[in-house]
């Protein structure tokens, strides 16, 4: 059975797509979670906030930061998943 050639060009189409997407996405959102950060400090310098608060909000700016990197893994992993569940063999 031969491989389709147009399923894998399309694949590559909208992989790209979708990682263009996502740091556009992530541009987007940075400006907002800097509002946030800057909203938290001042609130952890008032003394408003309990530690463990302040400590998850730490952990969450963590994850914002880093999700691009959890994406990407993402999107190898299932890009290798997938050719390797399209990958022919020659029989011939």
């Known amino acids: 059975m031969p491989m389709n050639e147009d399923g894998v060009a399309w694949s590559f189409v909208m992989i790209t797509l979708a990682l263009i997407v996502l740091a556009g996405l992530w541009i987007v959102l940075t400006p907002f979670a800097g509002y946030f950060v800057d909203a938290m400090n001042d609130r952890i310098e008032d003394g408003s906030i309990s530690t463990q608060t302040a400590e998850a909000f730490s ?24 050719a390797l569940y399209e990958r022919r063999f020659d029989t011939s």
Do not use: D, H
């Open 59 to 82: 952990f969450n700016v963590t994850i914002f930061t880093f999700w691009p990197a959890f994406a990407l893994g993402g999107w190898f992993l299932f890009s290798i998943i997938r």
